[in-house]
């Protein structure tokens, strides 16, 4: 059992930067793909960033060139690096982990954190 928390979400201006993090407990996380996810006010759960056990990446395309993920195998976190955040950006931000890479990048998975607020301000 995996118990997922997100942290770092908060207001900012539209072109700031934003590293949210997420901590893992129990199980064997560090052999677990992990994505972040989010959501917006009237909008269906999105996918935004996958991360491997080992490291390989990949973002959706509206994220890809200014979002990065990156994981802590020590401290048991996966945080995502925000840059020059849009308005279109707001939305809550969830991870999400899974032994399976597939279970994880379609947001099947059974391990979700709360979530983390991110509002971007024009």
């Known amino acids: 059992q995996v118990q997922l928390v997100e942290s770092g979400g908060r207001l900012v201006q539209a072109g700031d930067s934003l590293t949210l993090s997420c901590a893992a407990s129990?199980?064997?996380?560090?052999?677990?793909?992990v994505a972040w996810f989010r959501q917006a006010p009237g909008k269906e759960r999105e996918f935004v960033a996958v991360?491997?056990?080992?490291?390989?990446?990949t973002y959706s395309d509206s994220v890809k060139d200014r979002f990065s993920i990156s994981r802590d195998h020590p401290q048991n976190t996966v945080s995502l690096q925000m840059n020059n955040l849009k308005p279109e950006d707001t939305a809550v931000y969830y991870c999400?982990?899974?032994?399976?890479?597939?279970?994880?990048?379609?947001?099947?998975?059974?391990?979700w954190g709360q979530g983390t607020q991110v509002t971007v301000s024009s």
């Open positions: 999400t982990a899974d032994p399976s890479f597939s279970t994880v990048l379609t947001g099947t998975g059974v391990y």
């Open positions: 129990g199980g064997t996380f560090s052999l677990y793909a």
């Open positions: 991360i491997t056990w080992s490291g390989g990446s």
